[in-house]
């Protein structure tokens, strides 16, 4: 993946966003009057984020527009990537689960997900870490730091 | 000053702070041993254990847990030559060299004398200059903390990003964040488009974790088909070759008192971090060497200066952070942020509100040494057996503390939400080049900006003018162009050298 085309899409939605920030009179609401107002710093912020995303937007446009060879980091392998998305499903489902099938019955579901996405085969030792961890963390959570982590809500 | 530091050890010598800096100690070697665990990790995992503990006790756990964690990644990078981190690139150099001839307890022994004798004179340097440097920045109002932070914001992001564009573009992006939510000045809330969750502004642990930690999971499921190395000292039978003598040491004791004041000073400036310090100290130390042509061919000497160097760099960034309010690097911030979270602001004051703690903290780092020493010594076996566990016991626990440091921040499931959008947000900006650790660093430091910019409008009122009266507006403002024309130099220079190898982004 060529990630000068990334930087070229990426800058021009932080342009917009800070264009927005710049302009629009609602993104703050109620509050005290103050000397320096309520939106001057995000104004600010706003500003730098136009000229910084700009630099390297046309940056990244001209040596595109020219044909340059990739260089270093502009390369994006993506080898790998589906077990990221794989992983940061598992996580949501996690999220999603937890409020109601509760942190002991989620959390070993998760860990062999886990374990299985990172090639675990080794199913006894794998199986024992995933029930003995989260018990330990829930009644440490409980017991030490008085955090209670939830529980079965069905 | 030695009375508070006679109260300090008296505070610290009790059995909560002595279990917490071993604790520390042994989590630390343990996750800097392990590749691709780095010790950002282990701290920002600890991190909410420490929420419901004395400050002293949780702060000299995290302290043990990073200067531990520092001395863990030269474990892997001798080893198997996989440094955790960049700064033990060169340890990994000479280190594994010496390993591949039988002489892995020699290379581990030199990074552990030489890590904790840079580590040692660091937090000596610290001690003696931090009250004293706080002082002079109490002098300074809000008019001179206004061009401070500004100082702070431009030197951070011009020298840690990938370019000064991306690294400034990261730190305004923090800066943004940070904005989000009621502001504390006129009560009014920002960009939180009706959304009551948002009206706090994001909880910090679970960004935090999101941002610095997860990344480098995701990192390791995206690399999980690659094979798996088991560490393993190797033994020579000549013992000798198993260990550093004194005479071995004294030889290159010059090496690392001359490292770590590189180290200390390096640490002590916002932005340049351990592995310019090492990359600093072991070209000095090659070039004052009688023997250079040894280095990176398995140099006891060339870890001694890279390891005390890298190490040194614990104590000394946390000068700028415990007298300026502003953290070095990443490690700094996320210190910066358990500091805040137990109550203490840095700042110059906190030598006066909390003196106690401080100093109680200061001894906690030096004992802490002395515990590394001792620790680390007596279980290199154990710390390399821990560190070869097969990733797919380790990593689905690290998903489990991180889940479980996120909730506990606020007991709140939309923690876990924050905690998942800027996994993404961390990872992605990893891929594009944008730097994590300075984006965390404006996220910290701009409610401070914001305060004090408020305070200076209300002292200038309409006389602009009065912003540059002060002499030290007019030396943060030329610091601040000298650092980002020397940042613009080096950068320049850097990329007239051909790369040596396309690397991955993340």
Redesign the interface.
């Known amino acids: 993946m060529d990630r000068r085309k990334i930087d070229v899409v990426l800058s021009t939605f932080l342009i917009i966003v800070s264009v927005i920030i710049l302009t629009n009179d609602n993104l703050a609401e109620g509050g005290a009057e103050s000397d320096l107002g309520i939106m001057f710093l995000p104004r600010i912020v706003a500003g730098f984020i136009i000229i910084f995303s700009a630099t390297i937007a046309i940056q990244s446009f001209l040596k595109l527009s020219r044909g340059a060879a990739l260089e270093g980091q502009e390369l994006i392998t993506t080898d790998g990537f589906s077990g990221i998305f794989l992983y940061v499903g598992i996580f949501v489902g996690y999220w999603l689960a937890v409020p109601h099938l509760g942190f002991i019955v989620t959390t070993p579901l998760v860990m062999l997900g886990v374990a299985y996405l990172l090639g675990g085969r080794n199913w006894v030792p794998i199986i024992a870490m995933s029930v003995i961890t989260p018990v330990l963390i829930y009644c440490g959570s409980r017991e030490y730091l008085r955090v209670y982590l939830p529980t079965w809500s069905l | 000053m030695f009375d508070n530091i006679l109260s300090g050890f008296s505070a610290i010598l009790a059995v909560g702070p002595i279990l917490g800096i071993i604790a520390g100690v042994v989590i630390g070697i343990t996750f800097g041993a392990i590749p691709g665990i780095s010790c950002i990790m282990a701290i920002a995992i600890m991190l909410?254990?420490t929420?419901?503990v004395d400050p002293i006790i949780g702060i000299t756990m995290l302290l043990a847990v990073y200067k531990a964690g520092i001395y863990g990644g030269s474990i892997s990078a001798i080893l198997i030559n996989t440094p955790g981190a960049a700064a033990s690139f060169l340890t990994a150099q000479d280190g594994h060299a010496l390993t591949k001839a039988g002489k892995a307890g020699k290379a581990l022994d030199m990074s552990l004398f030489a890590s904790v004798s840079g580590e040692m004179l660091a937090t000596l340097v610290l001690i003696l200059v931090a009250a004293p440097i706080s002082a002079i920045s109490l002098q300074a109002g809000p008019i001179e903390k206004v061009f401070l932070l500004l100082f702070a914001f431009t030197v951070i992001g011009s020298m840690a990003g990938?370019?000064i564009?991306?690294g400034?573009?990261s730190c305004?992006?923090g800066?943004?964040f940070a904005?989000v939510g009621?502001?504390s000045?006129?009560?009014?809330?920002?960009?939180?488009f009706g959304i009551d969750e948002l009206i706090g502004g994001f909880t910090f642990t679970p960004m935090l974790i999101g941002i610095l930690v997860m990344p480098e999971?995701?990192n390791?499921?995206?690399?999980?088909?690659v094979p798996h190395h088991e560490l393993a000292i190797t033994r020579s039978p000549n013992p000798a070759d198993n260990r550093i003598s004194f005479g071995e040491y004294k030889k290159v004791f010059r090496t690392i008192l001359k490292s770590s004041g590189i180290g200390t000073f390096i640490g002590a400036l916002p932005g340049l971090g351990s592995s310019t310090a090492a990359f600093i100290a072991y070209g000095e130390g090659k070039r004052t060497s009688k023997n250079p042509e040894k280095y990176g061919k398995g140099s006891v000497e060339g870890i001694a200066a890279a390891e005390s160097a890298n190490n040194a760099v614990c104590g000394s960034s946390m000068i700028p952070m415990l007298t300026l309010s502003i953290p070095g690097d990443d490690v700094a911030a996320l210190l910066m942020g358990a500091f805040l979270i137990h109550g203490l602001t840095p700042g110059p004051m906190i030598f006066f509100e909390h003196t106690e703690t401080i100093y109680a903290i200061f001894a906690g780092f030096l004992i802490t040494d002395l515990f590394l020493l001792g620790i680390a010594r007596s279980g290199f076996k154990f710390f390399v057996k821990m560190a070869s566990l097969?990733?797919?016991?380790i990593?689905?626990?690290v998903?489990?503390?991180a889940?479980?440091g996120a909730?506990?921040a606020g007991?709140n499931?939309n923690d876990?939400?924050v905690l998942?959008a800027f996994?993404?947000v961390g990872?992605g900006m990893r891929?594009?080049?944008l730097n994590p650790a300075v984006f965390i660093i404006g996220f910290i430091l701009?409610p401070f900006?914001?305060q004090n910019?408020?305070q200076a409008?209300?002292i200038v009122g309409d006389d602009y003018g009065r912003f540059f009266a002060s002499p030290f507006s007019w030396v943060f403002i030329a610091l601040s162009a000298f650092f980002v024309y020397s940042s613009m130099r080096m950068k320049r220079k850097a990329s007239k050298v051909p790369?040596p190898a396309?690397?991955?982004?993340a």
């Open positions: 909410p254990m929420f419901y990938e370019s564009p991306r400034l573009l305004c992006l800066m943004l904005m009621m502001d000045i006129t009560g009014s809330s920002r960009f939180t999971v995701i390791v499921i995206r690399r999980r088909k097969k990733r797919y016991f990593f689905p626990c998903t489990v503390f889940f479980t909730f506990t007991q499931m876990i939400l998942i996994t993404v990872y891929i594009v080049g701009t900006l914001e910019l408020d409008f209300a790369a396309q690397q991955e982004p």
